[in-house]
């Protein structure tokens, strides 16, 4: 019945549970079976930046437990815009709700509107700090990868790319990481869009071993490539967002001429379509290993397991269980 803010909250044996249950809602997710464990419960979806997939994939996994969802969409569609504070917000909408998701621009805001909340909040982003839930998909994601790969997590080596400044997915995801034996991360960015200093320091306090490299050069003897867009919303200008646009560019003949051939390729997503330099290429689309929509789908599962296991329903889906009828 608690809040999930960050993945510092998570550790090996919660982590196991999360992707058990998550396993246990496939063929709920497929449609092969219903559940109506969550009928009659309220989801309060807020979103107050732009979103596509953990909005909607939010409310999909609450309707797939049999909930029903109210979606607040947009700063100014709120009386946030009239200065009301996070707390009384929370306050208010969490009599109306059993669960809450929210995604806001600033770090910090889901845990300071949380303190408000009668029910339980579960972090959807906020700003660049983290993004708890895209951090657990994605490392179900590279589990069941592995599997496929005959690996798994610990002794991983991950290359991350792109901004790692402002991308929050690969703060919780390394911090997520921090938690499993002998990682070893190859960092390639910019250096003006270096990964923090705190995460660093938390990958050598777990005792992982790190690699910065500003180009893309040589061969990355890595499991996954976890490619990131340049989060130009959190730029001070445009301008100096596109001094990094389409500088980081992953495509078919930059993957096979410095990536092994087994190496999963993975991004949270949206990737940028609007130049000719994306920095995920439509040509990798064929490839087998291009996993960015099976992350998206595993996020539904992921979290209709947080959703069971904080409303403590999880035990008891199949319970409710009824035909599918079409
Ligand atoms: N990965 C992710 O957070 O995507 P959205 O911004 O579409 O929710």
Redesign the pocket.
Known sequence: GSHILSVNQFDRESIERVFDVANQMVPYAKRQKRTTVLEGAILGNLFFE??????VSFGTAFNLLGGEVRETTGMSNSALAKGESLYDTARVLSGYSDIITMRHPDSGSVAEFSQGSRVPVING?DGANE?PT?ALLDLYTIQKELLYHGGNIDGLHIAMMGDLKYGR?VHSLSKLLCLFKNIRFTLISPKELAMPDSILSAIEDAGHRYTISETIEGNFDADICYQTRVQEERFGSQEEANLYRGKFRLNQQIYTKHFQSKTVIMH???RDSRTEANELDNDLNMNPNLAIFRQTDNGVLVRMALFALTLGVEDIVSKFDKEVHW
């Open positions: 732009p979103s596509t997939r953990t909005r982003g993004h895209q997915t949270p997503l949206p």
